[in-house]
């Protein structure tokens, strides 16, 4: 079963916009964590957030943010003002608890490709 | 500072020949260690992990294999390589004693290519 789920597939935004990519995920546990990277034509992939489940506060980083609905199971990445070098594929993914995921993997969703325009 | 190493970095290879894609870190101690794949513009689909030496996880039924000689080298392998076995192998590591918010790091990937 898909248990993280970004159905944007491309997003376009203009430079020095905000833009918001969407990530949906599925599970029946309180303890999780969720994070988002990077991954520019280049191939890498680069961490950008993180967000635990118990965590209250969104999480910030730099033009980067969170936004995180638990009852939704929703956590977006907010990107503010857009900059040419953004465009690239982002991808969202889960870590279920340690408990019974030993080897600390991590699930990822399929990626939205953002294109900013100048 | 800690480190990740692959290679190659891209890699073209005939139907049924062997393949070694090889990753080491640098920096760390007994990290967990992963092997992921890629499809063309696609997600990340796990192959296997390890969190420790000589113990490998295999997440899907396949035609490669990984070891795990070194406590910092990983090797991803196959005996015979087949058309589907393409696309962009990525390996990544994390602290062995990191929590759920440890995140994962990425070396910059090999792109397969099987002719």
């Known amino acids: 079963a898909q248990k993280i789920t970004q159905t944007q597939p491309g997003m376009f935004v203009q430079e020095k916009e905000a833009v918001t990519l969407d990530c949906t995920y599925d599970?029946?546990?309180?303890?999780?964590?969720l994070f988002w990277y990077k991954q520019p034509s280049s191939g890498e992939m680069i961490f950008l957030i993180y967000?635990?489940?118990?965590?209250?506060q969104n999480a910030t980083e730099g033009r980067y943010s969170l936004n995180f609905q638990k009852a939704r199971k929703s956590a977006n990445l907010v990107i503010s003002a857009s900059q040419l070098g953004d465009s690239a594929m982002y991808f969202c993914?889960?870590?279920?608890?340690?408990?019974?995921?030993?080897?600390?993997?991590?699930?990822f969703g399929q990626g939205t490709e953002l294109s900013v325009k100048p | 500072s800690q480190t990740i190493h692959q290679w190659p970095a891209t890699l073209v290879q005939p139907v049924g020949s062997p393949l070694s894609l090889e990753c080491t870190v640098e920096?760390?101690?007994?990290?967990?260690l992963y092997w992921y794949r890629q499809a063309a513009g696609r997600g990340l689909q796990l192959l296997f992990y390890?969190?420790?030496?000589?113990?490998i996880s295999s997440e899907v039924p396949q035609n490669l294999s990984a070891s795990r000689p070194q406590d910092r080298q990983f090797i991803l392998s196959s005996k015979k390589l087949l058309l589907s076995d393409s696309g962009f192998y990525l390996c990544?590591?994390?602290?062995?004693?990191?929590?759920?918010?440890?995140?994962?790091?990425f070396g910059n990937g090999t792109r397969l290519t099987v002719t």
């Open positions: 990544a590591w994390k602290l062995g004693t990191g929590g759920i918010n440890s995140p994962l790091h």
């Open positions: 599970t029946s546990d309180q303890s999780y964590g």
């Open positions: 967000q635990g489940s118990y965590d209250e």
């Open positions: 993914a889960m870590r279920e608890p340690l408990i019974y995921n030993q080897g600390g993997k991590l699930i």
């Open positions: 920096g760390t101690s007994n990290p967990n």
């Open positions: 390890s969190v420790g030496i000589g113990q």
